[in-house]
């Protein structure tokens, strides 16, 4: 038995020492920018890799996802885009399979930021740097017929909710309603299980609504009216981009970008360009759910 | 630091904990359906009917073929297209079963093919049919040589249900998940869940060992 | 959003296949070498070289891989190592194949039957001669047929290392599940491909064996 022990306690050993060195923040100083003679950039700041900015991407339409030539399109990926051209960066995908990965390589530096539709949380600010809100997206329930409007109807008619994992809803569903809510690994699982009858609603952001309908038929969604049971009913979720928390500086340029696009119009303008609101270009006061 | 990783870690472990419970549970059932199906597989690859021992070998190759990722979207996403619509725990059984029947099949026909053959030839000279044959003198034997590949097999089907939170079962993977999603802990809930499989998988193999051992004594004496 | 059926997607999955059988033959070739020392290591007469050689086996088939992939990919460049996606998962996947291997080749020598071995040294073989002309080719019947379904095991493990955005065959099934809606179609094509990948190795397994066995019976 003593080999095993052996291995248990080595094992916990190297995991303990892993995860406490995870626990710091990434490092790297090389001085971004100053590349080509004729661009300056408008800030200055540090980058993984010098010249380029390094994307962690877990694809996701149409927030952030790759065209068939590798480069980065989608809502963020035109403003990020426009951002790298003005701080005189060249953007360098990393592609990962899920935010499990793309999370990790913000946090251990080997990206510089990472995309998505991602909302700004509390939890998350203490792990990662959040950007200033970018755009809103609300929460969507989507049903056959569009018949499930409200979550007091979720939860007086006993109906089967099914989301994705790392909505911002999901804890607060699955106290609301226990064994009737099922998390999916994709929202795109859980609709395949709303049609085969598994689930009678789907919870989900409306960009992800938006990318939805372009491939299913007779399903309709419905933002459903302020919930004080579900936190993300009363308050829209605010996307982010998460950096570094060794790398304020980059943070600092990019709230200072993005306040630039807003007030140039080009958040509206990428909105539109995929179908979204207008609207949600304009966030509000940043909040932290 | 050191301070705040315990910290994580007493939190994500109540909802960890939770999910090794169902994954526990997928591992079971889903060997004790799949192992005698191997086993009937084993016993069908090796017979002398030409068309029994094809459609076996058959099945196994396709079944070692797919991927277990691949099985559980199948059972869970495409049977209901053909009006048979099983929940997320059954799917994954079903899954589980499936592929230890196909790869136990190889395992069992390998423990039944080391069965040494004076024990046939003893069999048949005392003038037992072949399924008494079979059942007294054969299977017995050829099990106890299968049994240590076989537990090594289940060790790491139980870290094979970890792909069952493709299907939405809630096990320790998806838990994990989870968590990390909304807190962006990570590489500490992946770890922490690293160590949870670990805490089984490593007493495991080692009990294996100790079998492994205590079962090479009787054959030896015997030989 | 694209509007297909799915078997649009057919030609990017075929395009993953280049890496998953980079990623299965690279992964194999370190296991099968690194599984030699690891072997003779657990064999070893001292209880240290012994202990270490199983903790290191129970550790790499004890710890999902996906944990594995990511202390390799996240955590190691703490360390100051730095490894691309590729290398970090030929190497996760490359350690638990010695790990296995190692345990192959274990059952394989076990099961050269010690007469054998009295026989070799009474004829006066060195160990070395024995070792490599007589226990070999007798462990290698025992072990073809684990191997095989290592090898098997392995193409479709290679899976995991779409978590780390390998564009192998099921990343690419991911992101066409994704982007169509027909994750069904996609995953029934991806599976063909696996199988069709795999047809090739397991034929030649059950045909070296029964061809070992036709050789290697003793009356």
Same mark, same amino acid.
């Given at each position: 038995?003593?080999?095993?022990?052996?291995?248990?306690?080595?094992?916990?050993?190297?995991?303990?020492?892993?995860?406490?060195?995870?626990?710091?923040?990434?490092?790297?100083?090389?001085? =971004?920018?100053?590349?080509? !003679?004729?661009? /300056?950039?408008?800030?200055?700041?540090?980058?993984?890799? %010098? +010249? #380029? &900015?390094?994307?962690?991407? =877990?694809?996701?339409?149409? !927030?952030?996802? /790759?065209?068939?030539?590798?480069?980065?399109?989608?809502? %963020? +990926? #035109? &403003?990020?885009?426009?951002? =790298?051209?003005?701080?005189?960066?060249?953007?360098?995908?990393?592609?990962?399979?899920?935010?499990?990965?793309?999370?990790?390589?913000?946090?251990?530096?080997?990206?510089?930021?990472?995309?998505?539709?991602?909302?700004?949380?509390?939890?998350?600010?203490?792990?990662?740097?959040?950007?200033?809100?970018?755009?809103?997206?609300?929460?969507?329930?989507?049903?056959?017929?569009?018949?499930?409007?409200?979550?007091?109807?979720?939860?007086?008619?006993?109906?089967?909710?099914?989301?994705?994992?790392?909505?911002?809803?999901?804890?607060?569903?699955?106290?609301?309603?226990?064994?009737?809510?099922?998390?999916?690994?994709?929202?795109?699982?859980?609709?395949?299980?709303?049609?085969?009858?598994?689930?009678?609603?789907?919870?989900?952001?409306?960009?992800?609504?938006?990318?939805?309908?372009?491939?299913?038929?007779?399903?309709?969604?419905?933002?459903?009216?302020?919930?004080?049971?579900?936190?993300?009913?009363?308050?829209?979720?605010?996307?982010?981009?998460?950096?570094?928390?060794?790398?304020?500086?980059?943070?600092?340029?990019?709230?200072?970008?993005?306040?630039?696009?807003?007030?140039?119009?080009?958040?509206?303008?990428?909105?539109?360009?995929?179908?979204?609101?207008?609207?949600?270009?304009?966030?509000?006061?940043?909040?932290?759910? | 630091?050191?301070?705040?990783?315990?910290?994580?870690?007493?939190?994500?472990?109540?909802?960890?904990?939770?999910?090794?419970?169902?994954?526990?549970?997928?591992?079971?059932?889903?060997?004790?359906?799949?192992?005698?199906?191997?086993?009937?597989?084993?016993?069908?690859?090796?017979?002398?009917?030409?068309?029994?021992?094809?459609?076996?070998?058959?099945?196994?190759?396709?079944?070692?073929?797919?991927?277990?990722?691949?099985?559980?979207?199948?059972?869970?996403?495409?049977?209901?297209?053909?009006?048979?619509?099983?929940?997320?725990?059954?799917?994954?059984?079903?899954?589980?079963?499936?592929?230890?029947?196909?790869?136990?099949?190889?395992?069992?026909?390998?423990?039944?093919?080391?069965?040494?053959?004076?024990?046939?030839?003893?069999?048949?000279?005392?003038?037992?049919?072949?399924?008494?044959?079979?059942?007294?003198?054969?299977?017995?034997?050829?099990?106890?040589?299968?049994?240590?590949?076989?537990?090594?097999?289940?060790?790491?089907?139980?870290?094979?249900?970890?792909?069952?939170?493709?299907?939405?079962?809630?096990?320790?993977?998806?838990?994990?998940?989870?968590?990390?999603?909304?807190?962006?802990?990570?590489?500490?809930?992946?770890?922490?869940?690293?160590?949870?499989?670990?805490?089984?998988?490593?007493?495991?193999?080692?009990?294996?060992?100790?079998?492994?051992?205590?079962?090479?004594?009787?054959?030896?004496?015997?030989? | 959003?694209?509007?297909?059926?799915?078997?649009?997607?057919?030609?990017?999955?075929?395009?993953?296949?280049?890496?998953?059988?980079?990623?299965?033959?690279?992964?194999?070739?370190?296991?099968?070498?690194?599984?030699?020392?690891?072997?003779?290591?657990?064999?070893?007469?001292?209880?240290?070289?012994?202990?270490?050689?199983?903790?290191?086996?129970?550790?790499?088939?004890?710890?999902?891989?996906?944990?594995?992939?990511?202390?390799?990919?996240?955590?190691?460049?703490?360390?100051?190592?730095?490894?691309?996606?590729?290398?970090?998962?030929?190497?996760?996947?490359?350690?638990?194949?010695?790990?296995?291997?190692?345990?192959?080749?274990?059952?394989?020598?076990?099961?050269?039957?010690?007469?054998?071995?009295?026989?070799?040294?009474?004829?006066?073989?060195?160990?070395?001669?024995?070792?490599?002309?007589?226990?070999?080719?007798?462990?290698?019947?025992?072990?073809?047929?684990?191997?095989?379904?290592?090898?098997?095991?392995?193409?479709?493990?290679?899976?995991?290392?779409?978590?780390?955005?390998?564009?192998?065959?099921?990343?690419?099934?991911?992101?066409?599940?994704?982007?169509?809606?027909?994750?069904?179609?996609?995953?029934?094509?991806?599976?063909?491909?696996?199988?069709?990948?795999?047809?090739?190795?397991?034929?030649?397994?059950?045909?070296?064996?029964?061809?070992?066995?036709?050789?290697?019976?003793?009356?």
């Amino acid at each position: 038995m003593k080999p095993a022990k052996l291995s248990a306690v080595a094992l916990a050993a190297v995991m303990a020492a892993v995860t406490l060195g995870a626990c710091g923040s990434g490092d790297s100083a090389s001085t =971004a920018g100053a590349g080509a !003679a004729e661009c /300056t950039p408008r800030h200055q700041f540090s980058t993984v890799s %010098e +010249g #380029e &900015l390094t994307v962690a991407l =877990a694809p996701y339409e149409p !927030a952030a996802y /790759t065209d068939s030539s590798g480069n980065l399109v989608g809502i %963020e +990926g #035109e &403003l990020l885009r426009q951002i =790298a051209e003005w701080e005189c960066l060249e953007i360098k995908v990393l592609p990962l399979g899920s935010y499990a990965a793309t999370i990790p390589a913000v946090q251990s530096g080997r990206a510089d930021i990472t995309v998505g539709d991602i909302y700004r949380t509390a939890e998350r600010a203490a792990v990662t740097t959040l950007t200033d809100p970018i755009y809103k997206d609300a929460l969507e329930i989507v049903s056959k017929g569009g018949t499930v409007t409200s979550i007091q109807q979720l939860v007086s008619d006993n109906l089967r909710l099914g989301g994705s994992t790392g909505g911002l809803w999901d804890d607060d569903f699955q106290k609301l309603l226990g064994d009737n809510f099922k998390l999916y690994q994709t929202f795109q699982d859980a609709v395949q299980d709303l049609q085969a009858g598994r689930l009678d609603a789907v919870v989900m952001s409306s960009l992800g609504y938006n990318a939805l309908t372009a491939g299913v038929s007779g399903v309709a969604g419905v933002m459903p009216p302020a919930d004080s049971r579900v936190t993300a009913s009363t308050a829209p979720g605010q996307a982010t981009w998460p950096t570094n928390n060794s790398n304020p500086e980059l943070t600092t340029a990019l709230n200072a970008d993005i306040s630039e696009l807003r007030s140039s119009g080009a958040i509206t303008e990428a909105l539109e360009k995929y179908d979204l609101d207008p609207e949600l270009a304009d966030p509000g006061e940043p909040n932290l759910l | 630091m050191g301070g705040g990783l315990l910290h994580d870690w007493a939190q994500q472990i109540g909802p960890l904990a939770q999910g090794l419970w169902v994954s526990a549970r997928l591992a079971v059932v889903g060997l004790a359906v799949g192992l005698p199906l191997g086993l009937l597989l084993a016993i069908g690859v090796g017979s002398k009917g030409r068309s029994l021992r094809w459609a076996c070998v058959g099945i196994v190759e396709i079944a070692r073929g797919t991927p277990m990722l691949v099985v559980l979207q199948l059972v869970y996403f495409g049977l209901p297209q053909v009006n048979i619509t099983l929940s997320s725990f059954v799917a994954a059984v079903v899954s589980i079963a499936v592929i230890t029947a196909a790869y136990t099949s190889e395992i069992f026909r390998s423990g039944l093919a080391a069965v040494p053959h004076g024990q046939q030839d003893a069999a048949r000279a005392l003038g037992l049919r072949t399924a008494d044959r079979l059942r007294y003198v054969i299977v017995p034997q050829g099990i106890r040589i299968a049994i240590p590949p076989l537990l090594n097999f289940a060790i790491l089907i139980f870290q094979g249900t970890s792909l069952a939170f493709t299907i939405a079962v809630p096990e320790l993977m998806a838990q994990a998940y989870g968590i990390g999603a909304s807190t962006f802990l990570y590489m500490q809930v992946l770890s922490l869940a690293g160590l949870m499989y670990a805490a089984i998988t490593l007493p495991s193999a080692a009990g294996v060992r100790l079998l492994e051992k205590r079962l090479g004594r009787h054959v030896a004496a015997a030989a | 959003m694209s509007d297909s059926n799915g078997w649009d997607q057919f030609g990017d999955l075929v395009g993953g296949i280049p890496l998953t059988l980079e990623l299965t033959v690279a992964s194999f070739a370190i296991g099968a070498v690194v599984g030699v020392p690891l072997v003779l290591a657990r064999r070893s007469q001292f209880r240290l070289t012994r202990g270490l050689a199983v903790m290191i086996i129970d550790l790499a088939r004890g710890i999902p891989m996906i944990t594995w992939l990511f202390v390799i990919y996240f955590a190691l460049p703490q360390a100051g190592i730095r490894f691309s996606q590729f290398a970090a998962a030929v190497l996760g996947l490359g350690l638990l194949t010695a790990a296995m291997m190692a345990e192959i080749y274990r059952a394989g020598i076990a099961a050269v039957p010690k007469g054998q071995w009295e026989a070799g040294r009474t004829l006066g073989l060195s160990e070395r001669r024995l070792f490599l002309d007589v226990a070999v080719p007798q462990a290698a019947r025992v072990a073809i047929p684990p191997t095989a379904t290592l090898l098997i095991g392995l193409l479709k493990d290679t899976a995991i290392a779409s978590t780390l955005g390998v564009a192998e065959i099921t990343y690419r099934a991911q992101i066409a599940a994704q982007n169509t809606y027909k994750g069904l179609t996609i995953f029934a094509l991806a599976a063909g491909l696996y199988i069709v990948l795999s047809l090739p190795v397991a034929a030649l397994s059950r045909w070296l064996d029964r061809w070992l066995h036709q050789k290697w019976t003793v009356a």
